[in-house]
């Protein structure tokens, strides 16, 4: 059985509120905006976000708003790889308490193992685990929150944050073998080759870093026991803090659900129920309760993605369809034309110049 260090310990006995992140991970983001020729004001108000709040570091933003300022500024910018970009440059001590946890650690397995032990405190409805197996290692990043389906920039931002904490204890020459992401290849990917120093691959069950295992027994260069130890308890007191807001509700677990199934066909609702161990009556109640049904919820998550992947330029559209549950292109055109009353293909030509491409 692999080794694994997971951050979803914290989480399991958290109650349904907000979705939380703290604002240190946005550090420097209204000045990173500018630099790439945008409005951090009209950016950050698009996204809900007030900029006042980037001031307070262990302050909580919302997470979706979080991931929508990025996705926004991406659009605005016109900087596609703005979330990569913004990643490349992050250092790890802007990260606040998480980053510290990570630069005070002995070595760096213990780094990334006491990174994921924390990450709940510092993000909340995610997934940040260190799995060991063999001689490889692979670190796992995911928002996991069903409501949350643009998060591509976000994606691509923290791999390259996580990437900069490794070069910490490795140097800044050192690459992973490869680097893995959920959402599908954008137009511009070569950059992110080039980023990385590494193979690149689109469409995995999630967003990771693969390298080799032997370079866990590294040493970090700042090691601090004394400083760890105020860290992780300060830490362990935020994540108790947050345990009323750190899951998510049953019905963005169902839509997360939903979305993760739609590659394998339609998802059935007892294979939603099996997969997160709750009654499927439970599940048609709660709902219920939100004025949906199981039907119509699956028909929204579809939607939904349908736009998101049609911005993904290099998507062909029969494998838009498959990746949405369809067995037909044709099934799907007509689900796409009740929606909008235009094709995907229409639709696509129309809004060309986001995320690969449209707007």
Not at 172 to 199: G, I, M, S, T, Y
Not at 318 to 324: I, N, Q, T, V, W
């Amino acid at each position: 059985m692999p080794a694994v260090t997971t951050s979803t310990a914290c989480q399991a006995a958290s109650h349904e509120r907000q979705i939380g992140i703290l604002a240190s991970a946005a550090s420097g983001l209204s000045e990173f905006i500018q630099q790439q020729g945008g409005s951090p004001e009209r950016i950050l108000g698009m996204a809900g976000i007030d900029p006042e709040q980037l001031l307070h570091p262990t302050l909580s933003l919302d997470l979706n708003q979080y991931c929508s300022v990025f996705e926004e500024a991406a659009r605005q910018t016109g900087n596609h790889n703005f979330g990569l970009r913004y990643g490349q440059q992050f250092r790890p001590d802007s990260l606040g308490f998480l980053g510290y946890v990570g630069l005070c650690s002995a070595t760096l397995g213990e780094c990334l193992r006491n990174v994921a032990r924390t990450f709940p405190a510092h993000q909340q409805g995610s997934l940040l685990r260190l799995v060991e197996e063999g001689q490889w290692c692979r670190f796992d990043y995911q928002v996991q929150h069903g409501a949350i389906l643009r998060k591509r920039q976000d994606a691509e931002l923290s791999m390259g944050m996580f990437s900069n904490l490794i070069r910490h204890a490795l140097g800044q020459n050192w690459a992973p073998e490869r680097v893995l992401f959920e959402h599908p290849q954008p137009e511009a990917w070569h950059e992110h080759c080039k980023v990385f120093d590494a193979p690149v691959l689109f469409g995995q069950p999630c967003n990771a870093l693969v390298f080799r295992r032997s370079v866990l027994e590294r040493p970090m260069p700042d090691h601090d026991p004394k400083l760890l130890a105020i860290l992780l308890e300060s830490m362990g007191k935020l994540c108790h803090a947050g345990m009323g807001q750190a899951q998510p509700g049953i019905v963005a677990q169902v839509r997360a659900q939903v979305r993760d199934l739609l590659g394998e066909g339609y998802p059935s609702l007892e294979h939603v129920a099996q997969n997160l161990r709750i009654p499927t009556w439970t599940i048609q109640r709660r709902l219920s309760e939100s004025g949906l049904s199981f039907s119509t919820l699956v028909d929204t998550v579809r939607q939904e993605l349908a736009l998101y992947y049609l911005q993904q330029s290099t998507l062909p559209i029969s494998e838009l369809a498959l990746a949405l549950g369809y067995s037909e292109i044709s099934a799907f055109s007509r689900a796409f034309r009740r929606w909008y009353d235009v094709s995907p293909i229409q639709w696509r030509q129309a809004h060309r110049g986001a995320d690969g491409h449209a707007t």
